[in-house]
């Protein structure tokens, strides 16, 4: 039952002292998360006023078959949103996450449906290292891929590419150093399934979750979108950061009708500090 957003925010009683109480009373956390997170950080959304498939249509850049037909048009698109997500850096509510993350052992795990790699960008800042070295067990599982991936068009080998594309001609286009084929972004296309070990992973994360936080998506993609249903029926309790209301709304009891950077740093803020990583906070 969802407490009313209009009720009072802060203070005793209020709902951001809630979210803490259910957040830190949790043996483990799933953080559910789309575009919306990384609005603040300058990447564009998907179905916003100025998303992606506002000004773009998908079938002809984001599935198989246009890569078939036009890998020149695929891979010039993908440069430049590689180029622009490189401008962009983690917002508050990206570190804020990966703080829980790391003081919780792993007992917070992040799903997203972001390719943009900021999730892995601030868990490796706050741990020093690498985004490439973050453990498994605190990498986010991102279901959609990973934008400065590729994966051979051909023999299916896959790597990190951080270098600029070179997006001239198809000559020119980066190959597979395995079998010299045409390599695509490693990231999931219109039409194509998702990692099949790794989606189970996430329902795995969905099912044992206490409480299933969910930032900034819409809701609309499967299967990504049955993950916090997953959460609810397991007997989680749900929780939501988005300014606006979407599909996963109706499973919240709190509802926090804000922007990401806003309010989750705050939701979050004297969680840290786990107790010999059984997962569970001081409060
Ligand atoms: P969408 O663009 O569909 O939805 C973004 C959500 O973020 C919306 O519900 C917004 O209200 C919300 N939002 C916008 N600004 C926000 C902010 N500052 N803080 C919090 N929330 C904010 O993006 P996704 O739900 O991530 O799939 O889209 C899911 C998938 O559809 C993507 O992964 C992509 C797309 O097609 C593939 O590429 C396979």
């Not at 741990?127 to 498994?136: L, T």
């Not at 891929?145 to 299916?156: A, L, W």
């Not at 150093?177 to 390599?183: D, M, N």
């Not at 972004?185 to 998702?194: K, M, R, Y």
Request: glycine share 10%; aromatic share 6%.
């Amino acid at each position: 039952m969802l407490i009313d957003p209009a009720a009072p925010l802060r203070g005793p009683g209020g709902r951001l002292e809630l979210a803490r109480e259910l957040l830190g009373a949790a043996q483990c956390v799933a953080v559910f998360t789309g575009a919306g997170i990384s609005a603040e950080s300058g990447v564009p959304t998907f179905r916003g006023a100025d998303g992606w498939w506002r000004r773009y249509r998908p079938q002809d850049l984001a599935n198989p078959l246009a890569f078939r037909d036009d890998p020149l048009l695929v891979w010039s698109w993908y440069a430049w949103r590689r180029e622009l997500i490189a401008r962009c850096e983690p917002n508050a509510a990206h570190y804020a996450l990966a703080r829980c993350v790391l003081e919780s052992a792993g007992a917070w795990r992040i799903i997203t449906q972001n390719v943009d790699g900021l999730h892995q960008r601030a868990i490796a800042e706050l741990s020093g290292v690498a985004p490439g070295e973050v453990p498994d067990d605190l990498r986010p599982l991102a279901l959609h891929g990973e934008i400065f991936r590729v994966r051979c068009s051909e023999c299916g080998h896959a790597a990190p590419h951080l270098e600029p594309i070179d997006a001239t001609s198809v000559e020119t286009l980066p190959c597979c150093p395995e079998c010299g084929a045409l390599t695509r972004p490693a990231v999931v296309w219109f039409g194509e399934s998702l990692d099949n070990t790794q989606l189970q992973h996430a329902m795995g994360v969905a099912e044992h979750a206490d409480v299933g936080l969910v930032i900034g998506t819409s809701g609309l993609v499967q299967p990504a979108a049955s993950l916090p249903h997953m959460t609810r029926q397991a007997g989680g309790r749900i929780i939501e950061v988005n300014p606006d209301p979407t599909p996963l709304t109706e499973l919240a009891e709190l509802w926090f009708a804000s922007k990401a950077a806003l309010i989750v740093p705050e939701l979050l803020e004297g969680l840290a500090g786990l107790e010999g990583g059984t997962g569970r906070f001081r409060p």
